[in-house]
């Protein structure tokens, strides 16, 4: 008995010491947490691409930090912003925009949880989902009014639906037929877009399209409509506003183009003839100016003596909040114009205070008014039938002497010893040259607009009916051309 209990003893004893060589109590290495993925009703069948997913994680030795996540798509298929890459979320859902452009798809979701200590669960859980989408449609709304030939800049509308609901329009995209590549992007929400000339590009005739595209990348049919777009060219606007009846001795329009022909090439500037491309709003006509550095606005000697006048000027008045808005984006502008300013002028009585330096101009004793006019056979006058425009000292101008004996009603003098004045004189008229004339006259002037907007020069005479020494009016011109910055 003494022996079996030694025995036992002795192995008790061995067995002891081999587990503590062996480490038996030793804690064992961090286990992976495991990953569930819930399936709810019919989840698995063919579903609209929104989905809802749930899924959970547990830790048998620690806690679920959070979890990662992917999508997998068909083979070569575009994923778009889908999340193919593992993507982390302390989430336990999520809704879900899988991108169906065609009529079906199906895309593997997996999810993994991660623990405490960083370890990520070896098996993710996984299931294959298929999804459906219909595609909208987009129709262009009045068609019939849309113009055979405009300048390019074009508003126009349409109306798209979806099948799933209007709201899951997310854009439309709208390009010029040959180039599909680069097509404007238009909000879902929108019905209605205004085409700029950089949008366009181009010029002849050509086909406009439109397309719709859902918030699952489903895209509608293209519609489109065909229209001939004039050709814009070179960096500077010539407005030619001048009255086609009028009968001056020098033609304003062959004296501006001519000079700019001269300086920049017939191919660096472009015409706006207002007599035959007029604009039919103010939109339009500030998304036209975006394609250009420089205007330069003429109405020569055309004028009005009352605001019921029908020659009023319609188009400068439509053009006054694009013009400011051109200004202000660093854009440079001349304009010579009898009644630009003034009791009857075309700008709006708050244009010169805000984008010229000026806010008062001289008024008139007898009318009451600020515009004047002058009788060029009434003396003091250098020589016969001339009536002097001064330069003023420092501007490195010209003279200049006004052709008689054409009477011009409708010249405006900024009153220069006002405070609020801020341009730069550019021609003083002496004493004495316009009839109830109460001092000496500043007719033109020139000003630097606050960073970023750029310069105005303003004639209120019409400057191409100038002469004097040979070409010094071709010379004042050419000075202003350079103060803008003209090659």
């Given at each position: 008995?003494k022996?079996?209990?030694a025995?036992?003893?002795a192995?008790?004893?061995?067995?002891?010491?081999?587990s503590?060589a062996?480490?038996?109590?030793?804690?064992?290495g961090?286990?992976p947490?495991?990953?569930?993925?819930a399936i709810t009703?019919?989840?698995l069948?063919?579903?609209?691409?929104?989905v809802h997913?749930?899924?959970?994680?547990?830790d048998?030795?620690?806690e679920?930090?959070?979890f990662?996540?992917?999508?997998?798509g068909p083979?070569?298929s575009?994923t778009?912003?889908?999340e193919?890459?593992w993507?982390?979320?302390s989430?336990t859902?999520?809704?879900?925009?899988?991108?169906?452009?065609?009529?079906?798809?199906?895309y593997?979701?997996?999810?993994?949880?991660?623990?405490?200590q960083?370890?990520v669960d070896?098996?993710?859980a996984?299931q294959?989902?298929p999804?459906?989408?219909?595609?909208?449609?987009?129709?262009?709304?009045f068609?019939?009014v849309?113009?055979?030939?405009?300048?390019?800049?074009l508003?126009?509308g349409?109306e798209?639906?979806?099948?799933?609901?209007d709201s899951t329009?997310?854009?439309h995209?709208?390009?010029v037929?040959?180039?599909?590549?680069t097509p404007?992007?238009?909000?879902?929400d929108?019905?209605t877009?205004?085409l700029?000339?950089?949008?366009i590009?181009?010029?002849?005739?050509?086909t406009?399209?439109?397309q719709a595209v859902?918030?699952?990348h489903?895209?509608s049919?293209?519609d489109s409509?065909?229209?001939y777009?004039h050709?814009?060219?070179?960096?500077?606007?010539?407005v030619?506003?001048?009255?086609p009846?009028?009968t001056?001795i020098v033609?304003?329009?062959?004296?501006?183009?001519?000079l700019?022909t001269?300086?920049?090439?017939?191919?660096?500037?472009t015409?706006?003839?207002?007599?035959?491309?007029a604009f039919?709003?103010?939109l339009?006509?500030a998304?036209f100016?975006t394609?250009?550095?420089?205007v330069?606005?003429?109405?020569?000697t055309?004028?009005r003596?009352?605001?019921?006048?029908?020659?009023?000027?319609t188009?400068m008045?439509?053009?006054?909040?694009?013009l400011?808005?051109?200004?202000m984006r660093?854009?440079?502008?001349?304009m010579?114009?009898?009644?630009?300013?003034?009791?009857?002028g075309?700008l709006?009585?708050?244009?010169?205070?805000?984008y010229?330096g000026?806010e008062e101009?001289?008024?008139?004793?007898?009318t009451g008014?600020?515009?004047f006019?002058f009788?060029?056979?009434?003396?003091?006058?250098?020589r016969?039938?001339?009536?002097p425009?001064?330069?003023?000292?420092g501007?490195?101008?010209p003279?200049?002497y006004?052709r008689?004996?054409i009477?011009y009603?409708?010249?405006?003098s900024?009153?220069d010893?006002?405070?609020?004045?801020a341009a730069?004189?550019?021609?003083?008229?002496?004493m004495?040259?316009f009839k109830?004339q109460p001092?000496?006259?500043?007719?033109?002037?020139r000003y630097?607009l606050?960073s970023p907007?750029?310069?105005?020069?303003?004639?209120?005479?019409?400057?191409s009916?100038y002469?004097g020494?040979?070409?010094n009016n071709?010379e004042?011109?050419?000075?202003?051309?350079?103060?803008?910055?003209?090659?």
């Amino acid at each position: 008995m003494k022996t079996a209990l030694a025995f036992l003893a002795a192995a008790c004893l061995a067995l002891l010491a081999a587990s503590c060589a062996d480490n038996l109590f030793e804690p064992r290495g961090n286990l992976p947490p495991e990953t569930g993925l819930a399936i709810t009703g019919d989840s698995l069948a063919t579903t609209l691409y929104k989905v809802h997913l749930k899924w959970w994680g547990s830790d048998t030795d620690g806690e679920v930090a959070g979890f990662q996540y992917k999508w997998t798509g068909p083979p070569g298929s575009e994923t778009y912003e889908l999340e193919t890459e593992w993507t982390y979320t302390s989430f336990t859902k999520n809704t879900f925009l899988l991108p169906v452009p065609d009529s079906l798809s199906s895309y593997l979701f997996e999810v993994r949880a991660v623990d405490d200590q960083g370890l990520v669960d070896p098996t993710p859980a996984a299931q294959e989902y298929p999804f459906y989408n219909n595609r909208p449609t987009v129709t262009i709304r009045f068609r019939e009014v849309l113009p055979d030939s405009a300048w390019p800049v074009l508003p126009f509308g349409w109306e798209s639906t979806d099948p799933e609901g209007d709201s899951t329009i997310a854009r439309h995209l709208i390009w010029v037929k040959g180039r599909e590549g680069t097509p404007k992007e238009v909000p879902g929400d929108a019905d209605t877009v205004l085409l700029l000339p950089a949008d366009i590009d181009t010029f002849g005739a050509v086909t406009v399209c439109i397309q719709a595209v859902d918030e699952a990348h489903g895209a509608s049919a293209a519609d489109s409509f065909d229209i001939y777009f004039h050709k814009i060219q070179g960096s500077i606007l010539l407005v030619d506003d001048f009255d086609p009846g009028a009968t001056p001795i020098v033609n304003p329009d062959a004296f501006y183009r001519g000079l700019l022909t001269a300086r920049v090439g017939e191919e660096s500037y472009t015409v706006l003839d207002l007599k035959t491309r007029a604009f039919d709003s103010n939109l339009r006509f500030a998304g036209f100016l975006t394609a250009f550095d420089h205007v330069v606005w003429y109405t020569g000697t055309r004028q009005r003596s009352v605001l019921a006048d029908p020659a009023r000027f319609t188009q400068m008045t439509l053009a006054d909040s694009g013009l400011g808005a051109f200004l202000m984006r660093g854009g440079n502008l001349f304009m010579e114009s009898l009644n630009a300013v003034g009791t009857y002028g075309g700008l709006t009585p708050g244009f010169p205070a805000r984008y010229m330096g000026f806010e008062e101009l001289s008024i008139n004793p007898v009318t009451g008014g600020t515009n004047f006019e002058f009788l060029p056979a009434v003396p003091p006058v250098p020589r016969p039938c001339e009536v002097p425009f001064l330069a003023v000292p420092g501007t490195g101008l010209p003279d200049l002497y006004l052709r008689c004996p054409i009477q011009y009603p409708g010249i405006d003098s900024p009153i220069d010893t006002a405070a609020s004045f801020a341009a730069e004189r550019l021609y003083r008229v002496p004493m004495g040259t316009f009839k109830n004339q109460p001092g000496e006259f500043t007719p033109a002037i020139r000003y630097d607009l606050p960073s970023p907007g750029g310069r105005v020069i303003l004639c209120t005479f019409p400057f191409s009916m100038y002469y004097g020494d040979p070409g010094n009016n071709d010379e004042a011109f050419a000075a202003f051309l350079d103060w803008f910055g003209v090659p």
